[in-house]
């Protein structure tokens, strides 16, 4: 006798369209973009839309909350903003309290936000995705209009379908997979960040291109000097073509909710998450992934994946940009003398689930997909970007 006496099954097929715009200035009142996306689904009924505002946005943007509130007032026809733009804490520390997560609700349901109304969020990554969780789990789900502010999210995170907050002390352990309504890329937000904030979304053009595209790698490479200094024209350039490839992999998968092990898009990032752990975020993302880079570069090389040339040629680029390729942090020790940044592969396992995953390079726009790695040649590894960085700084 089967213990299973019969099954249903169907199909259930969802179909997203996840579309991202370029624009600049997109709250100048000519510009229709935003109010384009926004319009009502209903006759006669304006979207209801609430507007939170990275507070880091403010150094070179001190007019943007006058700005945005003029932009509604001259299309309250179509449009009702409920409330002045809400400013949240930026970066990392936006991603660690759950309290913001509840104040963010306790917004939503004072202005009677629905499932027809619109969360707009103005900011970093941490900002979007501390926005994009509280709007993804209200009322199941409020269409989200994502405004990425720096070069990072323009290019990469804010393109991506997940949110998620830090919790247990683990980063994104609380989160969603949703595709946001819209995200609307506004180049010229990136003119108020920092030089390391700019820089740090060229690392992702980079991974992304070694993993998938030897085109957009020389691109890069043809352009290093420009992007050095920041030239607008080559930063939107390689934005734009960074986007554009991660949206592809997203789209094109057949894994966009991350069901199975893999992940290549997080090429070079078990040293990264780790490095950025380490040191208390103190080293930024983009530049834990240049390291982190750095170590799988020299791994694949070592094992014999891409040539030693090959390898270099990736390691130079980085330089170029600006990146410097090591840290003190990658060599620390535990109290046992185990060397810690081993612990990252372990971690990057768990939290994927699964098989350990890793991409590495067999060829400059080839990624492949690993599955257990040496630790004695991570560390030699190591050991020698530790060596090559000693010899660049003395140059
Ligand atoms: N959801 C995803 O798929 C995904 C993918 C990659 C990264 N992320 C997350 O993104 C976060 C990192 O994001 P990030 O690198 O964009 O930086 P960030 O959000 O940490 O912001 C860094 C700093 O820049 C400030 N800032 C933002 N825009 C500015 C501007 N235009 N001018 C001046 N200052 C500005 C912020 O206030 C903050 O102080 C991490 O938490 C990471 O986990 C998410
Ligand atoms: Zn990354």
Redesign the pocket.
Known sequence: MPSTFSTIRKNIRLDFSHRVYFTKDCFSHTNDTLSDIVQPHRKNQPSKIIIYL????L???PNLPDQIKGYFQARTDALQLVCSPIFIR???A??NEWELVEKIWTDLNTFSLCRHSYVIVI???????LV?FAASTAHRGIRLVRL???T??QG??GV?V???INYFGK??WVGTFSVPYAVLNDFS??R???KG?KR?GFVEAVKVALIRDRSFFEQIEARADDLAKFNEEAMHHIIRKSAALHLEHIAGSGDPFELGSARPLDFGHWVAHKLEQLSDFRI???DAVAIGLGVDLLYSAKIGLIKKSSAERCLQLLERLGFVLYDEMLGSKSKQGKHVILEGLEEFREHLGGELTITLLQGIGEGVEVHAMDKVKILESVEDLCTRNLIQQEK
């Open positions: 990275d507070e880091g946005m150094d070179g943007n930026g970066g990392e936006a991603k900011g970093g990554g941490a900002a979007l995705d994009g990425p502010t720096t990072l999210s990469d995170g991506g997940k949110n998620g980063k994104n937000f990136l108020g960040l920092p904030q740090a930024g993302h983009g």
